[in-house]
């Protein structure tokens, strides 16, 4: 396992000081702020360690309320809403400075038989084929390099590879509404499941608004002509994975107006299994 990802999983690891209320850290990401990946995957270990160890995560619904302050400890209450015979359901409220941030709902299932079909995997190059971010972000002249080291930083935990030229690297035209990306840990991890989805909804976060930059023609926030921001984010899982496996993230919009776009999109194991379904929207800007 490299340091980055041992960081990591000592971020994403929460402090219980009393029942049903935890407390995380935090730290900054390439903006100024607390990464919603990094919240959004503290919540979802709050709410999976109050739940039995035979039911796994298959749906998170949250909404981002307030810019998180990545200097502060942020602390996760947990409300117990719901202990079914096949079902559990949790709500996660995340505060700081007395505020709440973030909010989150989840919900487990004890694992059953049932139907069986899924959408099909599209065409994706082979991940090993394509240039790491390392290679990809050092090789564009017209980033600041301190934006460069900050990309490279937040990502250092994960091996994360487009397939096509990301937003901050070819802009200018409008492209097509879709980006293709791949991921996986810099490095294995345990076998506890919820820690797989854990890793999976804190990388979900990272690229997903990428679509609608793409469909506009923008680079983002690496080259200052976007905007932007979290404002709710959905992911179903619905086969097991591992996230210390390539997993391929291909994503869309189907829609942006009135300053905000929507981002869809499937995630598939390598072999071809549909593991996460996710649809977010975010505030997209041009700065003024």
Known sequence: MSQALQDLLDLLDLEQIEENIFRGRSRSAVVP???GGQVAAQALVAAGR????????????AYFLRTGDPGAPIVYTVDRMNDGRSFTARRVLAIQHGQPIFALSASFQRYEEGFEHQAAMPAAPDPVTLPTSEERLRGYDHLDPAVVEKF?????AIDLRYAEEPPYGKFGEPREAHSQVWFRTNGK?????????????YVSDMTLLD???LAHGRGGWAVGDVVGASLDHAMWFHRPFRADEWLLYDQESPSAHGGRGLGQAR???????LAISVIQEGVVRVPR
């Open 33 to 35: 702020r607390v990464f």
């Open 50 to 61: 109050t739940v039995p160890e035979d039911r796994l995560a298959h749906s998170l619904h």
């Open 152 to 156: 490279l930083e937040a990502r250092e």
């Open 189 to 201: 991890l345990a076998d506890d499941p919820l820690l797989h989805v854990v890793l999976a909804t």
């Open 211 to 213: 679509s609608i930059l």
């Open 267 to 273: 995630i598939y194991t390598q072999d071809g299994r």
